[in-house]
């Protein structure tokens, strides 16, 4: 009875570690290169060995599988395109809710003189140049 209790718990120890193997597999993204490859044979492995178990017709021929994998993102093409309508219609509905502010003035154009002692001022706009040095004041470049 004790050898058989032994070889249960060594073997439920054995499946736990399958199972969290088959998990890292595929689930953690791997990026090590050959980790990489090992991983990716491994979730097209387990998809097919899953389809057949579950009865589904896995493809024959390079051409089939070419096909399904087009007709997979082709499915996912027109899920992400649903998913943008569905968001643009929510923006449409909270668009109006949003004030729209004025439109900006804009910035007025600041001059540079120098008195005569040749001290240089600046000035946000020509009235607030005295009338003397009006003829050499000069707007500034943006």
Known sequence: MKHFRRFILWTLVFVFL??????????VPLEAPV?????????DFRTRLVAMVMGEESPK???QVIDKS???????????????ENLERK???????IPIPPPAKPAPKRYVYADEAGAIHFADSLEEVPEAFRKGAQPLQE
């Open 35 to 43: 980790v990489k490859q090992v991983q990716v044979f491994y979730q």
């Open 61 to 63: 021929t390079i051409g």
């Open 18 to 27: 399958l199972f969290v193997a088959d998990q890292v597999l595929m689930q």
């Open 91 to 97: 923006v449409e509905s909270v668009l109006p809710q």
């Open 70 to 84: 087009k007709k997979k993102a082709a499915d996912s093409t027109v899920e992400v395109k649903k998913q943008i």
